[in-house]
């Protein structure tokens, strides 16, 4: 049964930030999340000020038996972060970021996205490993995950995380770190936002201004030759060398950024890929922040039906299906992304993580994005088709949950860490929210008591 409208009204009251119901002008815009294939109604959105407001917010929703999603920066391509029948959290408020030159740490609120936080750290010649898209969420991308262009040199975002605030479901606001709540921060790095709901991130950051990096753009009738090409460089490449690349029918991009010098990156680029003229050549010496802002913007109010795997290796097959992939005409705004994982991903730091993934070589992924709703079935059965055909290449049978449709099954969620990880992400989920308040996620149950 919904909260009486009694009830909503002294939670108003109870709060410094916001609460908006349907009637309210700030509900639709709280409810507008990345995926247009997202339309979930919650009873009602809360827009907190402070910390204090978060744990008002659960305490209300465990009296009224409301589920509770919460939005970051509302990019979740599974659409998570606003739950229908629920208690939507949007912590855009809580989106400070604070940047300790000398410690060479970074806190951020949980409501932050690289674009508040990239620059603040830039300001002292510091990083933190980030993802590809400035305008996404900290949070959601921290907690699963964080594949960026510094992952062969510093790592995942996850491997960057010092320690995170946290509201428990029951109210308890904590801090986890390799110190305290030591099996909540091992969950929370990797196992998504099941746990509690983070108001604010600290993370540790490198020395990091100019890089070699930038974008190659080719014509889609050379993928199968650079993709091949691109695997070769990233062979021979160190470490710190990272190259992306994202396909679609018209064209091949190609993302680069390394940390070592030009002439060491362009003899690199000129030995593996030099056969092949780039219609557009934009790699050279910049700044990191420019990088980060190549991508672009991930629009808003598109539909999003993304589905892939971890992979041992990248062969010919999986190069050659790529390009009969993107021959399909239900390919429409498609596009297919190779990224690998190399370098730092390898080592996990200290504590482990629940990131079930070390081992991979490649996260190769069907990123179904299209407009008009007549072509849901067939582009959703595009990226279906294509993930099911990397299969047999799959490391664990499992996909990066950051990117994964709603409509993962929990075989694959589960796949996606393993057994044992899964089973202790269990026991976590038991002790911090065993009702399971938290479940607009990719949900991982909590172990039966």
Known sequence: MAPSPKSIAELGKAIRGVVATPPHPRYSNACAVFNALSQSRPVLVVQPAEVGDVKTALEFARAEHLPVSVRGGGHSVAGHAVGDGALALDLRRLSGTWVDPKRRRARAGGGATWRTVDPACQLHGLALPGGTFDATG???????GGIGYLLGAYGLTLDNLAA???VTPSGELVVASDEDHRELFWALRGGGGNFGVVTAFEYRLHPVTLVFGGTLDYVTSDVQELLR??????????????????VDAARARVYVCSLGSVSAGRELISRH??????????????P????????GELRFGLRHYWKGHFLRELP???IELAAEHLRRPEVAQSSILFEPLRGAVRHEPTGGTAFGQRHAAWNVSALGIW??????AAVTSWARSFAAALEPYSTTGGSYLNYSASDEPLSRIAAAFGDATFARLRDVKARYDPQNLLRFNHNIPPTAS
């Open 229 to 246: 090409r691109v695997r070769a460089l990233l062979d021979a490449a160190p470490d710190d060398f990272v190259c992306i690349a994202d």
């Open 273 to 286: 890929l030099g056969r092949l003229v780039p219609v557009v050549d934009a790699v050279g010496e910049i």
């Open 371 to 376: 407009s008009d709703l007549a072509d849901d």
């Open 138 to 144: 900290i949070g959601g991308l921290t907690l699963g």
């Open 316 to 318: 010919d097959e999986i």
């Open 288 to 295: 990191y922040l420019t990088l980060q802002r190549m991508t």
């Open 164 to 166: 995170a605030e946290v």
